[in-house]
């Protein structure tokens, strides 16, 4: 069974950066596609950024240009970074995997990133 623990959320300030690690329990994270969601009060789940096991990524138009995803194969680690993080930034974030193969899919519990003076 696969497993995403991710961390690193917590209370920023408008302006201010934050970075997510999202750990995965894989035989092979090279056989999956890797994403970070979030979802904010009220609002339907939606994909920020994905990263595919070649290192392509995709970005939510609302955060390119402010945040980086990137993955270390051999750790099993899938990372986000986002700068000049805004109000609407604040969502309960989630690590999300994708077997290429399978379509077999794994959520994290979730990580929640508040963003607020």
């Known amino acids: 069974q696969v497993q995403l623990v991710e961390s690193g959320g917590g209370l920023v300030q408008p302006g201010g950066s934050l970075s997510l690690s999202c750990a995965a329990s894989l035989i092979s994270l090279r056989l999956y596609g890797m994403g970070w969601f979030r979802q904010a009060p009220g609002k339907q789940r939606e994909l920020v950024a994905f990263i595919t096991s070649g290192g392509s990524t995709n970005y939510i138009d609302s955060v390119k240009g402010r945040a980086t995803i990137s993955r270390d194969n051999a750790k099993k680690m899938v990372d986000l970074q986002m700068n000049n993080l805004k109000p609407e930034d604040t969502a309960v974030y989630y690590c999300?995997?994708?077997?290429?193969?399978?379509?077999?899919?794994?959520w994290g519990q979730g990580t929640q990133v508040t963003v607020s003076s």
């Open positions: 999300y995997a994708r077997h290429y193969y399978t379509g077999f899919t794994s």
